[in-house]
């Protein structure tokens, strides 16, 4: 009995359907990425008398890991503050209060929070007591972090979607393809290991995302505070409720390997297939709801499609494996005459529903198809499709293998492959599988990426020196010749251009950022909005927001420079309703 193109069909709108029921159950609404929208102290503000709380306001629900929030004095010191909170019945806000009084100087709130989707978002302002002119002295920022949880948490997270891979490929081969390989002794031991591979990796991602959020190391996996951050995330959620079901599932995996028929009928075949199907669909769910599928548009649609395209991976990718490592070492020449083609056709729906699913992805997160190549997310995606098709091409000849040795549907008449030719096919199965592997660690980064559409309208542009360091014993130091940095927001008649910046003086303290927007000959060039702001990458502070007074292609800000070192202005020029391009310009800060 083979798998028709009717009953791949019915196996693709089962599918769907389970993954949209489940994840309307369990998602929850979220749109995009929280912004900090005010602040008190606000960035730039000036205090005659000293603050007593330290307060943000975001566009969206936050987590605020322990060390989420702090404060830097006039010396460049860490400050001690009270614990982050929210406000009560206000996820949105953040509030931490001051210890004591502040004396006068330039103070840096530094703030790292964890948004809706899984991911940490961090920026930074800078505000004054007392004396307008004071400056902070040149010392580095304490409380430095090693970053070590964000490679063990990325690697923590491939394992997740390998075992997941491994758990669900084994266990609907066995249900549809192979129902008496559940009796193999090397099956069991396949999708055992899927399983085992599965809950460790969600219980490592749920000790390592507190260390990983906080942009900390792995000494903190087992911090109660990172530990209760994690938690109170959506991630953290979804991870126990996989816990959860991993830990349900064992008595159906029991029944599958000591109750299942060696040859059940269609009936039982079909209902073990859509069993194994909702199991999966309930745990891919779990990735989808706390990660890029809650933001952006069409998000209500976005997570479904994701689950989708997660169990049709995972069927095809899981299911090589277990072809490769369980079933064609046994050289059972009357089961792999009925298994192969089943598979083979199970396939085939799986890659034309990561097809369309993915497709729908990029739209949602690509946007367009410049994105693909100024873009880290983009250029990641290309070398996951590129692998993607050499995946493909593979099944393409592996069809057509299956389709000389077998004939279609597994025609029972042809007497099968020979030794020598079932052994080329194992060993094109495991080259097969080591790029499903390849592809599984792009899909894990991707994950943990910036989408595209959103990394291209912040770096879109070429950054070049706009300042020179000047030396400390300058009287009146003066500042240097600025270079025109291009844009090109779109193809309307105002859509490219240059600008120019000069931050003076160029030194830690008190100075003034002075942008012109200019036409491509030069002229000033009036646009609907400019904005700027600060980061300083080395020490991993920012963005400092800078508001911007003027018109005219030309604009004034005011700043304060907390600490030396190589600074970036982004610059945000919206030339249109719908058009914009973002300049990021180097500027060498002295002490």
Avoid at 97 to 125: E, F, I, M
Wanted: aromatic share 8%; charged share 15%.
């Amino acid at each position: 009995m083979t798998l028709t193109r009717t009953r791949g069909a019915g196996l693709a709108v089962l599918l769907a359907g389970f993954a949209t029921a489940v994840s309307l159950v369990v998602a929850s609404p979220a749109w995009a990425h929280a912004e900090l929208v005010d602040a008190a102290p606000a960035n730039g503000q000036i205090y005659q008398d000293s603050p007593r709380t330290l307060l943000l306001q975001f566009t969206d629900p936050v987590t605020v890991p322990p060390d989420g929030l702090r404060l830097f004095g006039p010396d460049g010191a860490r400050i001690g503050i009270g614990a982050p909170v929210h406000r009560v019945g206000d996820d949105t806000s953040v509030e931490a209060p001051l210890n004591g009084k502040l004396a006068d100087g330039v103070y840096t709130v530094s703030w790292r929070v964890v948004s809706s989707d899984s991911h940490p978002v961090q920026g930074a302002y800078t505000f004054t007591v007392g004396t307008p002119g004071s400056r902070p002295a040149a010392v580095t920022p304490s409380g430095d972090r090693s970053g070590d949880a964000a490679t063990a948490y990325g690697a923590a997270r491939w394992a997740a979607f390998a075992g997941f891979a491994v758990l669900l490929g084994t266990a609907f081969y066995l249900a549809w393809c192979w129902p008496a390989g559940a009796r193999r002794r090397l099956a069991r031991r396949v999708l055992w290991a899927g399983w085992g591979a599965s809950l460790a990796a969600a219980i490592a991602c749920g000790l390592l995302y507190g260390p990983y959020v906080a942009d900390g190391d792995v000494a903190g996996a087992f911090d109660p505070r990172l530990l209760s951050t994690t938690w109170a995330t959506g991630l953290g959620r979804a991870l126990g409720i996989r816990v959860a079901l991993l830990l349900a599932a064992v008595p159906a995996l029991v029944w599958l390997l000591n109750r299942y028929p060696d040859a059940p009928d269609r009936r039982t075949r079909w209902t073990a297939a859509a069993a194994v199907l909702a199991a999966a669909a309930a745990l891919a769910v779990t990735w989808s709801i706390a990660n890029h599928s809650v933001s952006g548009e069409a998000g209500g649609f976005a997570v479904p499609v994701d689950v989708v395209h997660l169990v049709a991976g995972s069927v095809w990718l899981g299911g090589l494996v277990a072809l490769a490592m369980t079933h064609v070492p046994t050289r059972d020449a009357v089961t792999l005459r009925v298994a192969v083609p089943r598979f083979s056709h199970t396939a085939l729906v799986c890659v034309a529903l990561m097809v369309a699913t993915g497709l729908f992805q990029a739209w949602r997160q690509v946007g367009s198809p410049p994105t693909l190549f100024a873009t880290a997310y983009g250029r990641v995606l290309l070398a996951k499709v590129a692998l993607v098709v050499v995946l493909v091409a593979f099944g393409a000849a592996a069809r057509g293998w299956v389709a000389r040795h077998y004939g279609a549907g597994g025609n029972r008449r042809r007497g099968g492959p020979d030794p020598h030719q079932l052994y080329a096919f194992y060993r094109r199965l495991l080259t097969e599988t080591a790029v499903g592997a390849v592809v599984l660690g792009l899909s894990a980064a991707l994950v943990a990426m910036e989408p595209a559409r959103v990394a291209y309208a912040e770096h879109r542009s070429t950054a070049a020196p706009a300042n020179t360091a000047v030396p400390a014993n300058r009287v009146a130091p003066v500042p240097a010749v600025p270079t025109p940095v291009p844009f090109s927001a779109g193809s309307g008649p105002h859509s490219r251009g240059a600008v120019l910046l000069v931050v003076f003086p160029p030194k830690v303290g008190p100075a003034q950022l002075h942008l012109s927007v200019l036409d491509p000959n030069g002229a000033p060039l009036n646009v609907p909005e400019v904005h700027a702001a600060m980061t300083l990458p080395d020490r991993d502070l920012g963005p400092i927001p800078v508001e911007l007074q003027g018109a005219g292609g030309h604009y004034i800000g005011q700043l304060n420079l907390p600490f030396p070192g190589r600074w970036q202005a982004v610059l945000t020029v919206r030339t249109t309703e719908t058009d914009q391009a973002t300049v990021r310009v180097v500027v060498d800060v002295s002490a």
